[in-house]
């Protein structure tokens, strides 16, 4: 069979741990055997960040820029204990906030459904995408704490230094004050963003605050994605049928729960922190949790959602078993190839891509699985196996579903 070919590379950030031994086995069981893979590849496994200070997750960010779509393998972000293990310059920041900081991008976490795992609220038949907006508000406060009364003020200073005041409280014994901010960029990046996924995985947008109780913060929030929507987005979203919902968070929440999903919430900042957990917990498992970060003008970055699977990797390396689930690492590069096929209008990676996540899906369904889906599924008949037998299943499938 004739490999399927690309024309642009897609960026490809390698990682640490045992997702860095999965991504090799799943480039050498499923990927190069079928595609004619072209990729650019930036090392971000700690040992190369420290070589370089850093500099190659900066490069690699950039490459994203330049490329438009990249996928990236799970990587450490040190600690105190990974200064000694890696005999590091310095605790590097985590790569995932260079490279957002970088592409100013919002992060899109999808749940992977399959028979026999069923979510905690069973009406959730569809996945549900949490968009968290990645700046601001409680992540950036200033707090205080008051030991025996006074008087608390927000005072803005403008350029020529006139100030406006608003009192926030008169203490007369001890309390607690907290500043928040926001900026309008911020906020209508993180909406273009919401409307440009919502167009492309053709899917209802959801967005809530709570502007009744805050009438200038919340509200800010509604009124620029109201703002953008109508001048932007509304024609496209009409176009497809998909519709740009708003409301109140606590109805938000409600709605969800009785929902059957199929949609994208986008939520604040905190909202996201919070709800994203409920989400990724109610459907099952970290490890079938796909994540994009999208930036305002189109650039996407692909990956799986948990971490490197620590526990397993030294496992591996003392010869020991393993069986960690590659569903959202596969994910990870069934989406970046697909977003790389439609772009270069490639029809055959496209198809690809589709055939890559259903014999994916099929092989868990048939009863194939790693370990931490084996003590969920409810499947009659399922098998346990070790995370390259999990490969070489899904090679079979595929093989089958490309032929
Ligand atoms: P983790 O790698 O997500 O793993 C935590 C536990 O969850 C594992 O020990 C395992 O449970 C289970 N698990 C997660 N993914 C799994 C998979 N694919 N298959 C099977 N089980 C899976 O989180 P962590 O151990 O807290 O973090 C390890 C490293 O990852 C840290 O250095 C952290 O900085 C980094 N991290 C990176 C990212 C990222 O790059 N996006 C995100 C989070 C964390 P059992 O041990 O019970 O089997
Ligand atoms: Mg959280």
């Known amino acids: 069979m004739e490999k399927i070919k690309m024309t642009t590379p897609i960026v490809e950030m390698d990682g640490d ?83 957002r900081a970088i592409l100013d991008g919002t992060v899109f976490r999808t749940p992977i459904l399959v028979k026999g795992i069923t979510p905690y609220i069973p009406t959730w038949t569809s996945p549900i995408t949490i968009a968290r907006h990645a700046y601001g508000d409680v992540y950036k406060n200033v707090e205080m704490r008051v030991e025996k009364g006074g008087k608390a003020e927000l005072v803005l200073t403008d350029k020529d230094g006139k100030e406006t005041r608003e009192t926030i409280f008169d203490f007369e014994g001890g309390g607690i004050i907290q500043g928040l901010h926001n900026i309008d960029k911020s906020i209508e990046g993180f909406a273009r963003s919401c409307f440009n996924f919502a167009i492309d995985t053709k899917q209802d947008l959801w967005f809530a605050t709570k502007d009744t109780i805050s009438k200038k913060y919340d509200h800010r929030f509604k009124d620029i994605f109201a703002e953008i929507f109508e001048k932007d987005y509304k024609e496209k979203f009409d176009e497809l049928g998909i519709e740009y919902f708003y409301t109140l968070i606590d109805d938000a929440v409600a709605r969800v729960i009785r929902s059957n999903g199929g949609y994208i919430w986008a939520c604040k900042n905190y909202d996201g922190d919070v709800m994203s957990d409920m989400v990724s917990t109610a459907f099952g498992s970290l490890a079938m949790m796909t994540s994009v970060l999208v930036s305002p003008d189109g650039k996407y970055e692909y990956e799986a959602a948990h971490g490197t699977v620590q526990r397993h990797y030294y496992k591996y390396l003392k010869g020991e078993e393993t069986s960690t689930n590659s569903v959202a690492t596969i994910f990870a590069w069934s989406g970046a190839l697909r977003k790389r096929g439609e772009l270069d209008g490639l029809e055959g990676l496209v198809k690809y891509a589709d055939a890559l996540e259903k014999a994916t899906i099929d092989t868990i369904e048939s009863g194939i699985m790693t370990g931490d889906l084996y003590i969920l599924s409810s499947l009659p008949e399922k098998k346990k196996v070790n995370s390259r037998e999990f490969l070489e299943a899904i090679a079979e499938k595929l093989s089958a579903e490309l032929s």
Do not use: F
């Open 17 to 99: 741990e045992m997702t860095r031994i999965l991504w090799q086995w799943i480039k050498d069981i499923l990927i190069v055997p079928y595609v004619d893979l072209k990729t650019e590849y930036y090392d971000l496994g700690l040992v190369k960040r420290n070589e370089t200070d850093d500099r190659i997750t900066v490069e690699s960010a950039e490459a994203t820029k330049k490329y438009g779509v990249a996928v990236k393998c799970a990587t450490i972000t040190p600690n105190a204990a990974r200064m000694p293990e890696y005999n590091l310059k310095e605790m590097w920041k985590s790569p995932n906030g260079t490279i």
